[in-house]
């Protein structure tokens, strides 16, 4: 059995191979390491102590690694969720830090769950299968997009901000008027070291030793006295399990917010996942997916976090240091909370602009740039697909990115809808002298038509859109010697009344004209569909035929005493 198809908890450790346990621990370790200062800064964003993120970091990502059939995908405290989060409790009045927002947030993440629940149980993965690629790819890159504006004001010594890209792109400006000139030149130093080192070395960990260099850094030249932010400090421990506090909460609000974070969380999720997984060649099972991803919420309601969500960017470095399984995601909050435990004294030693940096490089491969720039070679119009649900995400934000992707992918469907129907495949066919068979007289010049008569090959279902272009082809064949009209509907799908009518009503105007009319090669249920929807004479006058040369057998014998009295009537 596969291993996208094993069942049971931590199914893809399932035939483990012992070969990949170096490179899984090491790259658990990375993502631990740079989970660090994501996870405390969209904490804060939420309106927790940054703490809680490290917190939210060890049972959510551990649980969704339990459940999920994705190998590499890994879940954490992320941006969206947080803002929205964030923006809850600011629409409430609640102070970010407060005892009322510890006590709103975690609910919020309690009823997310509840809501993927439902979504697990209505089976609403399968919504996936509408979204197209372009539309897929032009999602996820504008999530990277926006993540990547909300860091860059960390690089120059100011904070994150939320919002979609005219706020973010303000608050960059607004940042750039005091810049930190030691924050940026740590944060720009960093950002080049790891480029060039994914481009010359990229097996090399070099997220890790710059990281280690930064603290170093803290340690030897003191960069707290230049104004460069360094992580919050961290008391050591982890609270264990904390229950939702339901008397200092109103439900009804938080009920009708976590259902947008519910939405998100699988929209993302599932956009993401699918995206990683036909990259790397396996399969995931999108009801499943949203089922990890309300059990990993309820954990984080039970450990005061906020929602969590699929993490792009530290998928996008699991994938890029080779992570195999989801033994990844175990390390990592194994890791994290031994982080809790023992060496919370090491984060007040991490530069924020050097991390910022790490987390800026994740990103940069998120964005599809090779995908847009394909696009426009091989299909402009997917290209501006690409292009509208990238920026729905930007300047709209992330519900309507959804919104937006889900409406281009139905036009899309039903756009190609169209198009089948106003040009169904369909040709004439013809002989090859020598040779068996009916070919394609525009595709094979050798091909001739049959003489005296007319071979249609329709290869749509027959429905009151195309029953007239079906119908024009055939008049518009007939030559004056033409003795029969043989139509091979193999490739007819289905009929509906007006085309059963239509084509009865072609049928008995052709034999009016002395022209015989047969339709070859139907499946049995459409032979039953002409027998219901019409008035049955093609079936009661013998004109439904098992195959093409049956049907030309007949013509034939129905051409030759023609024939010859015409012979006969010269010769007189």
């Not at 071979?455 to 029953?467: C, D, K, T, W």
């Not at 569909?529 to 013998?542: A, H, K, M, N, S």
């Amino acid at each position: 059995m596969e291993k996208e198809q094993a069942k049971g908890l931590f199914c893809t450790l399932q035939g483990y191979s012992w070969r990949y346990l170096p490179k899984d621990i090491f790259v658990g370790i990375i993502i631990a390491a740079v989970s660090i200062p994501i996870a405390m800064g969209y904490a804060e964003v939420s309106g927790l102590p940054p703490v809680y993120g490290l917190y939210g970091s060890v049972l959510p990502i551990i649980v969704f690694a339990a459940v999920t059939r994705s190998r590499q995908f890994i879940l954490g405290v992320d941006a969206t969720p947080a803002a929205l989060a964030g923006a809850t409790i600011a629409s409430f009045g609640i102070v970010g830090g407060s005892p009322e927002a510890m006590a709103f947030v975690p609910m919020m993440a309690l009823f997310t769950c509840l809501w993927l629940l439902l979504f697990y149980f209505l089976k609403a993965g399968r919504i996936v299968n509408f979204i197209s690629s372009p539309v897929m790819g032009g999602f996820i890159s504008g999530i990277g997009v926006e993540i990547i504006l909300m860091q860059i004001p960390k690089l120059m010594g100011g904070k994150a901000e939320a919002g979609e890209a005219p706020e973010l792109l303000g608050h960059i400006l607004e940042t750039a008027r005091d810049i930190n000139s030691v924050s940026l030149l740590l944060g720009v130093c960093s950002l080049v070291i790891i480029l060039a080192a994914t481009r010359f070395i990229p097996k090399f960990p070099m997220p890790i030793f710059v990281m280690a260099a930064g603290a170093g850094l803290t340690a030897v030249l003191h960069l707290e006295q230049y104004d460069v932010a360094l992580l919050s400090h961290v008391d050591p421990g982890f609270p264990g399990i904390i229950l939702p506090d339901f008397a200092n909460v109103e439900i009804t609000h938080v009920v009708g917010k976590s259902l947008m974070v519910a939405a998100v969380v699988m929209a993302e999720t599932l956009l993401a996942e699918n995206e990683f997984a036909l990259k790397n060649g396996y399969k995931i099972n999108e009801n499943r997916e949203i089922l990890a991803c309300a059990l990993a919420n309820g954990a984080a309601a039970l450990t005061g976090s906020c929602p969590v969500n699929g993490s792009i960017s530290r998928t996008s470095m699991n994938d890029q240091y080779g992570g195999h399984t989801q033994l990844v995601s175990v390390v990592a909050g194994i890791v994290m909370l031994a982080l809790l435990f023992t060496g919370t004294g090491f984060i007040e030693y991490l530069p924020v602009p050097v991390l910022t940096a790490i987390v800026i490089c994740a990103l940069m491969k998120v964005v599809e740039v090779h995908l847009a720039l394909r696009l426009w070679k091989v299909r402009k119009r997917d290209f501006w697909i690409f292009v509208a649900a990238m920026l729905g995400v930007l300047f709209l934000g992330t519900v309507y990115g959804v919104v937006i992707g889900m409406l281009l992918s139905f036009i899309v469907v039903i756009t190609e809808v169209i198009v089948e129907v106003a040009n169904p495949p369909r040709a004439f066919l013809g002989r090859i002298p020598e040779r068996e068979g009916l070919y394609n007289l525009q595709e094979r010049e050798e091909a001739e038509p049959i003489h005296q008569m007319v071979v249609y090959q329709f290869g749509e279902r027959l429905f009151f859109a195309n029953i007239k272009i079906f119908q024009q082809d055939i008049e518009n064949s007939i030559k004056e010697d033409t003795k029969a009209v043989i139509v091979d509907g193999g490739a007819i799908s289905s009929i509906d009344l007006t085309a059963a009518d239509r084509l009865e009503i072609l049928a008995d105007n052709l034999e009016k004209q002395g022209i015989h009319f047969y339709l070859t090669e139907v499946p049995k249920h459409l032979e039953e569909q002409l027998g219901f929807l019409g008035e049955g004479t093609l079936i009661r006058d013998e004109k439904v035929l098992p195959t093409v040369e049956e049907a030309v057998l007949e013509v034939q014998k129905e051409i030759e005493p023609e024939t010859e009295r015409e012979a006969g009537k010269e010769t007189e």
